[in-house]
């Protein structure tokens, strides 16, 4: 298995331009999760979904925020606008449950 | 919910020594737990991980946690460092019935030659 698989790996971007990030999890895993990484707030949990249904999206943290999971092997996280505190490195996760969560590698967004 | 409290954002250590990562976690329900390691620029690398039975739980790279549940603990040990070991360690607890994983702050391990 290829892992967790995420694009973009880096991004540079504009502020008031729309962002995505892609994630493909690993086949078979039914949960899959979005975080945010910053040196100020550490890991944060953004949402997360079970068999492609958002269970948890309080950590979302505006509007400006969304994620899909249209079908079992593709997620999306989607800002528009983005803006300046945007810029961090974000990573989706899957796991099947009690087996611990797979990483990818992360997108690092920065957002001038 | 679950929370995690890692007790030391550094650990600075020399090559060789026995090191000691602390986690303590608060739950009112029965839990998984786990650590991950972070290389620079890389994502979270499942270390190892307690579900049930033995409370010693042995991972990669050498490195071992215990699970203390009167204490709320899961310290991670090695006996002798390596540079390589330098990167970000996680301690995170999961809730067993909702696979919600909460990760803590994080430690910094140096080692240094």
């Known amino acids: 298995d290829a892992g967790v698989i995420q694009s973009p790996r880096h991004e540079v971007t504009e502020m008031g331009q729309e962002v995505t990030l892609r994630c493909k999890p690993i086949s078979g895993h039914d949960y899959l999760f979005w975080y945010r990484q910053t040196m100020m707030r550490g890991l944060e949990l953004l949402i997360y979904f079970n068999n492609n249904v958002p269970i948890d999206d309080s950590g979302m943290p505006e509007d400006r925020f969304s994620a899909k999971m249209p079908n079992a092997s593709f997620s999306t996280l989607k800002i528009q606008p983005s803006e300046p505190r945007d810029s961090a490195v974000y990573f989706c996760?899957?796991?099947?449950?009690?087996?611990?969560?797979?990483f990818g590698s992360g997108t690092r967004l920065t957002v001038v | 919910a679950q929370s995690v409290t890692q007790l030391d954002s550094q650990v600075p250590v020399f090559e060789e020594a026995p090191v000691e990562l602390r986690c303590n976690y608060s739950s009112s329900v029965s839990v998984y737990l786990f650590w991950y390691v972070q290389y620079p620029n890389q994502g979270l690398q499942l270390l190892l991980k307690y579900l049930s039975g033995s409370t010693l739980v042995k991972g990669i790279n050498g490195f071992e946690a215990e699970f203390n549940k009167s204490q709320t603990s899961f310290h991670l040990r090695k006996p002798s460092v390596h540079i390589s070991d330098t990167a970000e360690y996680f301690c995170?607890?999961?809730?067993?019935?909702?696979?919600?994983?909460?990760f803590g702050a994080g430690t910094r391990l140096t080692v240094k030659p």
């Open positions: 996760a899957s796991s099947a449950p009690a087996g611990g969560y797979t």
């Open positions: 995170a607890v999961s809730d067993q019935s909702n696979n919600d994983m909460r």
